[in-house]
């Protein structure tokens, strides 16, 4: 049961990065969905929700119109594009299922979430 995050790298101020959330042994379909990320020595934050539909989502500032939250509950995955990285985007960027099913509103708290994947490093050089 676990939540796995993938397509983190090494990339140049502006460039753009795909990550992926793939659920194996649970299912997300239900559930609002996250990504938080955790730069070196600073706490986890939130980064962008999605509801469980898809018909809501919901980010933090810094990112707004660069990152776009989807999801694809066939294939119980979720992503983030994020485009026009700086610098300061450089994270260990986690997914995260919500504890309940089909919770109004999106929640932004590390609390309201329940399973986490193992997290992929973004790094973003100047």
């Known amino acids: 049961v676990q939540l796995q995050a993938f397509g983190g790298g090494l990339v140049q101020a502006g460039d753009s990065l795909r990550l992926s959330c793939a659920a194996a042994g649970l299912t997300v379909s239900n559930y609002n969905m996250a990504w938080f990320r955790q730069a070196p020595g600073k706490e986890r934050e939130f980064v962008a929700a999605?509801?469980?539909?898809?018909?809501?989502?919901h980010y933090v500032d810094s990112v707004k119109g660069r990152f776009t939250i989807s999801r694809d509950n066939a294939q119980n995955t979720v992503y983030l594009q994020m485009n026009s990285l700086k610098p300061e985007d450089t994270a260990v960027y986690y997914c995260?299922?919500?504890?309940?099913?089909?919770?109004?509103?999106?929640?932004?708290?590390?609390?309201?979430?329940?399973?986490w994947g193992q997290g992929t490093l973004v790094t973003v050089s100047s």
């Open positions: 995260a299922r919500d504890w309940y099913s089909r919770r109004a509103p999106l929640q932004t708290q590390t609390t309201a979430y329940s399973y």
């Open positions: 999605i509801m469980w539909s898809g018909g809501s989502t």
